[in-house]
Nanobody, 127 residues
């Protein structure tokens, strides 16, 4: 089992920045890909960014390319999401997820490919 705990959410004005963190514990050696997802109440969960542990390859949703950066500190078992130039439409609950599968490309943003999930951290961007 893998436990994931997100932090770093909050309220910010449009154009501002936030950095989300996700601390992983447990059987982290069994995870090959990690990702960030977001969900607005009443809407489908959306994949935002993903990274695979082997070589650190990354993949982003078109809506966040150039503004968000996913990274990880393997020694600290921590995943990050640096979010810059935030927009009101980025407002959502953000979730960290881990997969036992090495994912590449678009499928890395499919939530069905992920096996472990955190509880989420709220991000609110005001105009």
């Amino acid at each position: 089992q893998v436990q994931l705990v997100e932090s770093g959410g909050g309220s910010v004005q449009a154009g501002g920045s936030l950095r989300l963190s996700c601390a992983a514990s447990g059987d982290t050696y069994s995870t090959y890909s990690m990702g960030w997802f977001r969900q607005v109440s009443g809407k489908k969960r959306e994949g935002v960014a993903a990274i695979y542990s082997g070589g650190g390859g990354t993949y982003y949703a078109d809506s966040v390319k150039g503004r968000f950066t996913i990274s990880q500190d393997n020694a600290a078992n921590t995943l990050y999401l640096q979010m810059n130039s935030l927009k009101p439409e980025d407002t959502a609950m953000y979730y960290c997820a881990a997969s036992r599968v090495l994912l590449h490309g678009g499928v890395s943003l499919w939530d069905i490919n992920y096996h472990y999930w955190g509880q989420g951290t709220q991000v609110t961007v005001s105009s």
